[in-house]
């Protein structure tokens, strides 16, 4: 982390948020604040990271645009302004840059394959025309470069990884490095004294600063998303606030060992597109666990907090995984996986996509993500091992439909998700089946999350929908099932014994 040591108070500088939608314990800009009089905040809409076939959902991009609303009006409310513009980063920055003659930048890194890429450029652009730039960790509690093993390599197991990640955050709590702390900003900032952004000449940039709010109110109609009273995941640094207060204060997190796999309950946070987004900070996520560790009253409510931090850090491992092994955006990581003969079938695929594959579970989960741009975790992994292991359809076509209907769609914790169900990662653990019916009784053994989201089969029997084995005059529109289960379990297992 760059030190900085003086005050620059006649100077102009940015602070450019990217995953980090807060004013509030915000590393970067709680450090361009203290420094900087003189600061003004931006944000670009990316074309390439909101491309609804490739990166990105409606959802998601409902979540991006109200939860930027909310951060222009706190910035407004400090005494300066956000400008989100539009357009690649790429030219944007180092021209705005040069515009507005800021002379630093400052923004929390990001991990991912693209930003890093977009992200140097800009760097050695700003640093050539003499703009300083300071960089800092925010995205994750521990800084990647500080969990390698005892060989200085990085991690590829989870269970020792978890342990390393601990023993940092114990390390830097006793040491007194204010790592934990919540990072507050200076109480005032000042806007771009002096600077007439008016007579700026770009037409983007001038039409983005000029119209303040339109932009993004242009976006959301661009991106309208049909489902937002259906989804769980509140845009907003409030929002995201309040709900992290509900799941600690209303005892969910500490009953979290058994309500974590119950769809039908609200037994999670629910605060995956608010960590993706920055809506909250990982700290802040982590401080409110430790208050409930402290307040527990027995050995389950532990448990269950501590399963709870096991979650962060799995978030934590798979952006660990994604910058050191940056390959694994592009395909398996065990490479015998690209030799698997996929049987792609399109007409499978579309059945698996609209919940229409006749397997109760399968369909709930599949529409529970079309209409609420969420799914719950237990249901992810049942739908993907589906599509691997029972429609023989490439991973990587589920992972592509996840980015583009998740609200919370997140290349690393995808990526890491479709990889774990695939069998295709770093897991050491061999294949991994699931059955969707023994997973239905398990997990929602009397048909509610099933019959909230396939409404056509309410009036079937508990025993029937968990089985699948509805007669046909009971099913009416609703199809039976386009595969069975024992047959393409054991294809399945045929095509991979014969993998070299
Ligand atoms: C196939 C597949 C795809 C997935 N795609 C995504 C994705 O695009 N974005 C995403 O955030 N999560 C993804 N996950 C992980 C997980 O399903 C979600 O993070 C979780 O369901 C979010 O609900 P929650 O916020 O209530 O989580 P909680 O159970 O409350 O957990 C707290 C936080 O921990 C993190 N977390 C929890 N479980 C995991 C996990 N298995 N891997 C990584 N982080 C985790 C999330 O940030 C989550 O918000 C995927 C899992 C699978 C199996």
Same mark, same amino acid.
């Given at each position: 982390?760059?030190?900085?040591?003086?005050?620059?108070?006649?100077?102009?500088?940015?602070?450019?948020?990217?995953?980090?939608?807060?004013?509030?314990?915000?590393?970067?800009?709680?450090?361009?604040?203290? +420094?900087?009089?003189?600061?003004?905040?931006?944000?670009?809409?990316?074309?390439?990271?909101?491309?609804?076939?490739?990166? =990105?959902?409606?959802?998601?991009?409902?979540?991006?645009?109200?939860?930027?609303?909310?951060l222009q009006n706190n910035w407004k409310r400090l005494g300066s302004r956000l400008l989100v513009l539009k357009g690649d980063p790429i030219n944007l920055i180092p021209r705005l840059a040069e515009l507005i003659n800021i002379?630093?930048?400052? /923004?929390?890194?990001?991990?991912?394959?693209?930003?890093?890429?977009?992200?140097?450029?800009?760097?050695?652009?700003?640093?050539?025309?003499? =703009?300083?730039?300071?960089?800092?960790?925010?995205?994750?509690i521990i800084d990647p470069s500080n969990i390698r093993t005892n060989n200085n390599e990085p991690y590829r197991v989870y269970g020792p990884f978890y342990r390393k990640w601990l023993d940092q955050i114990y390390q830097a709590?006793?040491?007194?490095?204010?790592?934990?702390?919540?990072?507050?900003?200076?109480?005032?900032?000042?806007?771009?004294?002096?600077?007439?952004? +008016?007579?700026?000449?770009?037409?983007?940039?001038?039409?983005?600063?000029?119209?303040?709010?339109?932009?993004?109110?242009?976006?959301?109609?661009?991106?309208?998303?049909?489902?937002?009273?259906?989804?769980?995941?509140?845009? !907003?640094?409030?929002?995201?606030? &309040?709900?992290?207060?509900? #799941?600690?204060?209303?005892?969910?997190?500490?009953?979290?060992?058994? !309500?974590?796999?119950?769809?039908?309950?609200? !037994?999670?946070?629910?605060?995956?597109?608010?960590?993706?987004?920055?809506?909250?900070?990982?700290?802040?996520?982590?401080?409110?666990?430790?208050?409930?560790?402290?307040?527990?009253?027995?050995?389950?409510?532990?448990?269950?907090?501590? =399963?709870?931090?096991?979650?962060?850090?799995? &978030?934590? #491992?798979?952006?660990?995984?994604?910058?050191? #092994?940056?390959?694994?955006?592009?395909?398996?990581?065990?490479?015998? /996986?690209?030799?698997?003969?996929?049987?792609?079938?399109?007409?499978?695929?579309?059945?698996?996509?609209?919940?229409? =594959?006749?397997?109760?579970?399968?369909?709930?989960?599949?529409?529970?993500?079309?209409?609420?741009? /969420?799914?719950?975790?237990?249901?992810?992994?049942?739908?993907?091992?589906?599509?691997?292991?029972?429609?023989?359809?490439?991973?990587?076509?589920?992972?592509?439909?996840?980015?583009?209907?998740?609200?919370?769609?997140?290349?690393?914790?995808?990526?890491?998700?479709?990889?774990?169900?695939?069998? +295709?990662?770093?897991?050491?653990?061999?294949?991994?089946?699931?059955?969707?019916?023994?997973?239905?009784?398990?997990?929602?053994?009397n048909g509610i999350y099933i019959r909230k989201w396939v409404p056509e089969l309410e009036h079937i029997s508990t025993t029937d929908l968990l089985s699948g084995e509805i007669a046909p005059s009971e099913r009416k529109y609703?199809?039976?099932?386009?595969?069975?289960?024992?047959?393409?379990?054991?294809?399945?297992?045929?095509?991979?014994?014969?993998?070299?």
């Amino acid at each position: 982390m760059p030190n900085i040591e003086y005050l620059m108070n006649g100077s102009r500088s940015i602070f450019w948020h990217r995953r980090d939608l807060r004013i509030n314990d915000n590393i970067g800009l709680s450090k361009a604040s203290k +420094s900087r009089k003189n600061l003004t905040g931006v944000y670009i809409l990316d074309p390439k990271l909101l491309d609804l076939e490739l990166t =990105t959902s409606k959802s998601k991009n409902w979540f991006l645009g109200n939860s930027l609303l909310e951060l222009q009006n706190n910035w407004k409310r400090l005494g300066s302004r956000l400008l989100v513009l539009k357009g690649d980063p790429i030219n944007l920055i180092p021209r705005l840059a040069e515009l507005i003659n800021i002379n630093s930048i400052f /923004w929390n890194v990001n991990i991912e394959p693209y930003e890093q890429y977009r992200d140097n450029k800009i760097k050695k652009e700003l640093i050539k025309n003499n =703009t300083q730039v300071y960089t800092f960790m925010d995205q994750l509690i521990i800084d990647p470069s500080n969990i390698r093993t005892n060989n200085n390599e990085p991690y590829r197991v989870y269970g020792p990884f978890y342990r390393k990640w601990l023993d940092q955050i114990y390390q830097a709590k006793s040491s007194n490095d204010n790592l934990m702390k919540c990072f507050t900003l200076s109480n005032k900032l000042v806007d771009l004294k002096d600077t007439d952004l +008016s007579s700026i000449k770009d037409s983007n940039l001038n039409y983005c600063i000029n119209n303040p709010g339109e932009s993004i109110n242009k976006f959301l109609i661009e991106n309208k998303f049909r489902g937002e009273h259906l989804c769980p995941c509140k845009p !907003g640094e409030h929002a995201s606030q &309040r709900q992290l207060n509900s #799941f600690i204060n209303s005892g969910t997190i500490i009953s979290y060992e058994k !309500g974590r796999d119950i769809p039908s309950e609200s !037994g999670t946070s629910e605060l995956s597109a608010a960590l993706s987004l920055g809506t909250i900070s990982c700290r802040a996520a982590w401080n409110g666990a430790q208050i409930s560790r402290s307040l527990a009253r027995n050995k389950y409510q532990l448990d269950s907090i501590n =399963t709870w931090i096991k979650e962060l850090a799995w &978030r934590e #491992f798979y952006q660990n995984t994604l910058i050191n #092994f940056p390959e694994l955006a592009k395909g398996p990581y065990k490479k015998k /996986w690209f030799n698997f003969p996929w049987q792609n079938r399109l007409d499978w695929y579309e059945n698996w996509t609209n919940g229409l =594959t006749g397997i109760p579970i399968i369909d709930a989960s599949m529409r529970q993500l079309k209409h609420s741009g /969420w799914m719950h975790n237990r249901c992810r992994m049942i739908v993907a091992s589906f599509l691997v292991k029972d429609l023989l359809i490439d991973w990587k076509w589920g992972e592509t439909y996840f980015m583009k209907n998740l609200v919370d769609g997140d290349l690393a914790s995808n990526n890491g998700g479709w990889q774990w169900s695939a069998s +295709s990662g770093m897991d050491p653990k061999p294949m991994r089946i699931f059955n969707p019916f023994r997973q239905a009784s398990k997990f929602d053994p009397n048909g509610i999350y099933i019959r909230k989201w396939v409404p056509e089969l309410e009036h079937i029997s508990t025993t029937d929908l968990l089985s699948g084995e509805i007669a046909p005059s009971e099913r009416k529109y609703y199809p039976s099932p386009i595969v069975n289960h024992k047959n393409q379990q054991a294809i399945f297992k045929e095509l991979y014994s014969n993998l070299i």
